[in-house]
């Protein structure tokens, strides 16, 4: 099922923010000589389709990939305009960094620079964890948004 964010009504979180602060940790857009890196991450750390969707990130301009990092080492990205515009995702944390609050800054930093690209609503494809996005930044739910964008898509068979 598909989600849709309001852009208009999200406002920057100075607690969040200094959350992460405190976690040592800063969100940031990515910059191009990094994709080698991040895609190769994210291949490693989630999954080939989302190292290929961060790849098309990446071919934005400006780059429309968000990273996490600390101390130098990528724990989290997100990114939007990837498998269609206007849609966010796909985001993850490494499994050892969760619980710090990245992945909600990770999320409000994306969308907030979908609202800075002259975006007015951002849509949430194939929503895993609905209650999280619910509650962070007001997702409601698509009505008869299955199959969605990912209707069709090409599996391994191996």
Request: hydrophobic share 45%.
């Amino acid at each position: 099922m598909d989600y849709l964010v309001n852009l208009s009504l999200l406002t920057p979180d100075p607690e969040l923010d200094a959350r992460i602060r405190g976690a040592a940790v800063t969100i940031r857009r990515a910059l191009a000589p990094e994709l080698e890196l991040v895609t190769g991450w994210v291949r490693q750390t989630f999954s080939p389709g989302w190292s290929s969707e961060t790849t098309v990130a990446f071919s934005r301009q400006p780059v429309s990939c968000f990273l996490a990092t600390r101390e130098g080492r990528l724990v989290g990205f997100a990114v939007y305009d990837a498998i269609a515009r206007g849609f966010f995702g796909p985001t993850g944390v490494d499994e050892a960094a969760r619980g710090a609050g990245i992945g909600h800054a990770l999320l409000l930093a994306t969308l907030l620079d979908m609202r800075v690209m002259g975006y007015g609503y951002a849509i949430i494809g194939d929503v895993g964890p609905s209650e999280f996005y619910e509650r962070t930044v007001g997702a409601r739910q698509i009505p008869d948004s299955e199959p969605g964008v990912y209707a069709g898509l090409l599996k391994n068979l191996d």
